[in-house]
């Protein structure tokens, strides 16, 4: 016959494991995410039998959903913002408009404003660490900010979080990028005509004003080639060239 002290140790298992198994099937269904639906209720049938082993794999199984979730939620996050029309953007500054005034803070509490990257060519990228495309993007600017670094070129990244460094700063102790990454204010967004998808990406000449946009990620081949359109058309050369 089990001892009490047993029988209320399987209680808690089992508690603890039908706990498991009704926020798998709520993550499951906010997320579609049945094959991790069946997963965990597979191992949890399993575990119900296993004694002190339960209590391992209800962690192990509460770690996987929450993993599961964030992918998932990454891919409807990605899904909806790919299905932004695409006049979404037309309100967005375009070639040969100025950019705004900007002064933001970094991670470490310093403000950086237009006059820090003045005379550069500029990638200024919007962005939010929960937009998959964006978090694909970021590795990407740290190569070319290295590649283009001679030609006085710079990536400024600036999140849109609404958790602020809350979430941003963790990120980036991951991350640990080369170029500047600021926290956007309302007032930004808005002066850059309205982000309303992510990532939004604009090229800027060395006199501040826009030479491309562009909605949605970018890929490698395309990034170098709207780098090297920045390069080759910039207004500074040009007119450097023409007096010399």
């Known amino acids: 016959m089990p001892s009490p002290t047993n029988t209320e140790e399987n209680r808690s298992q089992r508690e603890?494991?039908?706990q498991v198994a009704n926020a798998a099937k709520e993550v499951a269904g906010q997320v579609k995410?049945?094959?991790i639906?069946?997963?965990v209720y597979l191992t949890a049938a399993i575990s119900i039998g296993v004694g002190t082993t339960a209590l391992t794999l209800s962690g192990f199984l509460t770690e996987f959903i929450r993993e599961g979730m964030e992918e998932s939620l990454d891919l409807e996050d990605s899904k909806s913002q790919e299905s932004v029309s695409s006049s979404a953007g037309d309100d967005l500054l375009s070639a040969g408009d100025a950019i705004p005034a900007i002064r933001l803070p970094d991670a470490d509490g310093k403000f950086w404003s237009n006059s820090d990257w003045e005379g550069q060519l500029v990638l200024l990228n919007f962005w939010a660490t929960w937009c998959a495309p964006c978090r694909k993007e970021m590795p990407?600017?740290?190569e070319v900010q290295k590649k283009y670094a001679e030609s006085d070129f710079t990536?400024?990244?600036?999140s849109v979080d609404r958790k602020?460094?809350?979430v941003v700063r963790p990120y980036l102790d991951k991350l640990q990028p080369t170029y500047p990454v600021l926290l956007a204010d309302e007032s930004t967004t808005e002066g850059f005509g309205k982000i309303t998808s992510l990532p939004t990406t604009f090229f800027v000449h060395r006199n501040g004003r826009v030479h491309a946009k562009h909605m949605g990620s970018l890929s490698r081949s395309h990034l170098e080639n709207h780098i090297e359109s920045l390069l080759s058309n910039d207004p500074s050369e040009k007119h450097s060239s023409s007096t010399t």
């Open 33 to 35: 995410a049945i094959k």
């Open 164 to 166: 602020g460094w809350e």
């Open 16 to 18: 603890q494991l039908a």
């Open 155 to 158: 990536v400024i990244a600036i």
């Open 37 to 39: 639906l069946a997963i």
């Open 140 to 142: 990407l600017f740290d």
